[in-house]
């Protein structure tokens, strides 16, 4: 009986969660939206929140992609040097991945803010 009551948890968080977050930016959505509106009809006027370029988006992507991949690299290791475990190391390689995608994004950053600078 324990395990199959596992097996149905399971299921249900892993559905569950990503069902609960889309439904939570969908009211966030709809709640900002119905706060604009009901603003605009009391005619204040609404900043409209500047959309950021393509540069700005490669940059963030990689900051995050290469602050991720580093600390996923960190935490294996450290794990590795505790356990003195040679095998936990391939753990941490995975972390490359991330890492070289990250790096990928800040010279599409580098190269589109070189265009612009043409």
Do not use: C
Request: proline residues 3%.
């Amino acid at each position: 009986m324990g395990g199959e009551l596992i097996g149905l948890v399971a299921v249900i968080l892993g559905m569950g969660v990503p069902l609960g977050a889309l439904y939570t930016y969908y009211r966030v959505r709809k709640l900002r939206s119905e706060e604009r509106l009901a603003a605009i009809a009391r005619g204040v006027d609404i900043p409209m929140e500047p959309e950021l370029n393509q540069a700005a988006r490669s940059r963030r992507a990689g900051i995050l992609l290469v602050s991720g991949a580093l600390g996923y690299i960190a935490t294996f290791g450290l794990i590795a040097g505790i356990q003195a475990d040679r095998d936990i190391w391939t753990a941490a390689a995975f972390g490359i991945i991330p890492l070289a995608v990250g790096i990928g994004y800040f010279l599409d950053w580098s190269f589109i803010r070189r265009d612009a600078h043409s």
